[in-house]
């Protein structure tokens, strides 16, 4: 193999790992945007101000923070044993996309137009039955773009957990930089990696943000 | 066993944290400066009549988006300096990494700006005969940037919450004064909570004046 690209196979298990990370919170994510975007939307004042506290809590801060925060902190302060580096990391992102998450679903669900509320409830449909059937289907097509620059971020956000010691792409490449000093070579096949894996979630956002919005008002 | 919550480190913590947030705050400042300057740059460039120009910014753009500001950050620091044979300045480095990686934001921000001058403005600055510069710096820029300012300082925020990224190359902001208080002390709890709680105390009051700025100018 010519001379950059000789060192791709010593990334291998790291790339593994990005993937593996980046999945796991991303389902977190996804669960948690959901949740708390509906719970802001509840008529229950308490569940109202206690996911606002946790939706400002997690954006208003850092992710590093938080995720050295889970790291080093929690498991002292609960008394637990110190928790897997993977498990802090996940957490953290999870927790931090989730909230910013919330936010799409929210106003996806707001823009979904009043008459639509007002129908299924002429239809004599429960609320539970509005949601599911009439106002989510509609709310989560405008919420893919979205979504899909989220997870953007979120790809790029596992970088950070190299910092709490998970074995992950970046992680591999400091490892590899120490004993081979080939730094221009790592870190440019480390950009590299990363884009080859973004770079597709892009396009299909783009994608769908020009389809979605062909043939409507 | 030692108390959980100590009270000293925190008073001793706060001076160290405070110096470090005034560091971060200037990082946040210059970054911003520069991102402001190349996403204006970028914007231009991607409307650029040339196709070449125009595709080639876009890729730039692009890969600089789908690429981690930390990775970012290393290469600046630790590679760059290989390629050019030039020591590069920490500072230096952390500014122009968390600059151009906001500049490809900001220029999104701008294109939608820009965008939103009407077509007869243009048309009506060829009709009076003003030059290329002037027509972008007296007619189009001052038309398109006010409405976009909101959304410019939500991006400052962001940038600012990302600033602790810089510890990789020991910029000593606050989350890196809290690593060295922690890691001397053995008191991580008290830095890193009380890290995240400036970072809240700083960050939320601004969003919330950006977000009045928002409903303000659209009021207009």
């Known amino acids: 193999m010519p001379a950059p690209f000789d060192l791709l196979p010593l990334f291998g298990k790291g790339i593994l790992v990005t993937l593996q990370l980046a999945a796991a919170s991303a389902a977190l994510a996804f669960v948690v945007s959901f949740v708390a975007?509906?719970?802001?939307?509840?008529?229950?004042?308490?569940?109202?101000?206690?996911?606002?506290?946790?939706?400002?809590?997690?954006?208003?801060?850092?992710?590093?923070?938080?995720?050295?925060?889970?790291?080093?902190?929690f498991s002292i302060l609960f008394e637990m044993r110190s928790m897997p580096p993977f498990l802090a990391g996940a957490l953290a992102i999870g927790l931090n996309y989730g909230a910013y998450g919330s936010e799409i679903v929210r106003s996806a669900v707001k823009a979904v137009p009043k008459g639509q509320t007002e129908a299924s409830v002429a239809l004599n449909f429960?609320?539970?039955?509005?949601?599911?059937?009439?106002?989510?289907?509609?709310?989560?097509?405008?919420?893919?773009?979205?979504?899909?620059?989220?997870?953007?971020?979120l790809l790029k956000?596992?970088?950070?957990?190299?910092?709490?010691?998970?074995?992950?792409?970046?992680?591999?490449?400091?490892?590899?930089?120490?004993?081979?000093?080939?730094?221009?070579?790592?870190?440019?096949?480390?950009?590299?990696?990363?884009?080859?894996?973004a770079y597709p979630l892009l396009r299909l956002t783009r994608w769908y943000e020009r389809n979605a919005s062909a043939g409507r008002s | 066993m030692a108390?959980?919550?100590?009270?000293?480190?925190?008073?001793?913590?706060?001076?160290?944290?405070?110096?470090?947030?005034?560091?971060?705050?200037?990082?946040?400042?210059?970054?911003?400066?520069?991102?402001?300057?190349?996403?204006?740059?970028?914007?231009?460039?991607?409307?650029?009549?040339?196709?070449?120009?125009?595709?080639?910014?876009?890729?730039?753009?692009?890969?600089?988006?789908?690429?981690?500001?930390?990775?970012?950050?290393?290469?600046?620091?630790?590679?760059?300096?290989?390629?050019?044979?030039?020591?590069?300045?920490?500072?230096?480095?952390?500014?122009?990494?968390?600059?151009?990686h906001y500049a490809t934001y900001l220029s999104e921000v701008y294109r939608a700006g820009i965008d939103n001058v009407p077509k007869g403005q243009w048309e009506a600055s060829r009709a009076l005969n003003f030059g290329k510069a002037q027509t972008w710096l007296r007619i189009v820029l001052p038309q398109a940037i006010p409405?976009?300012?909101?959304?410019?300082?939500?991006?400052?925020?962001?940038?600012?919450?990302?600033?602790?990224i810089l510890i990789v190359i020991a910029l000593p902001e606050m989350l890196l004064q809290a690593k060295l208080y922690g890691s001397a002390n053995f008191r991580y709890i008290e830095a890193y909570t009380m890290v995240g709680l400036i970072f809240l105390l700083l960050s939320l009051p601004s969003s919330y004046l950006f977000r009045r700025l928002e409903t303000k100018l659209n009021r207009r």
């Open chain 1, 37 to 73: 975007g509906l719970s802001r939307l509840s008529k229950l004042r308490v569940l109202r101000w206690v996911t606002a506290g946790y939706v400002e809590t997690f954006r208003g801060s850092s992710l590093l923070v938080q995720m050295f925060w889970f790291m080093y902190a």
């Open chain 1, 126 to 153: 429960t609320a539970f039955q509005r949601m599911r059937l009439v106002i989510l289907p509609q709310a989560f097509r405008m919420m893919l773009p979205s979504f899909g620059n989220l997870l953007i971020e």
């Open chain 1, 157 to 197: 956000a596992t970088s950070l957990a190299s910092l709490i010691t998970i074995g992950d792409m970046t992680y591999r490449a400091n490892v590899i930089n120490n004993t081979l000093y080939r730094t221009e070579e790592i870190y440019l096949i480390l950009l590299l990696l990363y884009f080859v894996i």
């Open chain 2, 3 to 100: 108390e959980k919550w100590s009270w000293t480190a925190v008073s001793e913590l706060l001076p160290l944290l405070l110096e470090g947030a005034k560091t971060t705050v200037i990082i946040t400042i210059a970054g911003f400066l520069v991102a402001g300057l190349f996403g204006l740059l970028f914007a231009m460039l991607r409307r650029s009549p040339s196709k070449i120009v125009s595709k080639a910014s876009g890729v730039v753009i692009d890969f600089i988006r789908c690429t981690p500001l930390l990775v970012q950050a290393f290469f600046l620091y630790f590679a760059l300096p290989e390629i050019i044979h030039v020591r590069i300045d920490k500072y230096a480095a952390g500014i122009a990494a968390l600059g151009l």
């Open chain 2, 147 to 164: 409405p976009i300012v909101p959304v410019m300082g939500n991006y400052f925020i962001m940038m600012f919450k990302e600033t602790p």
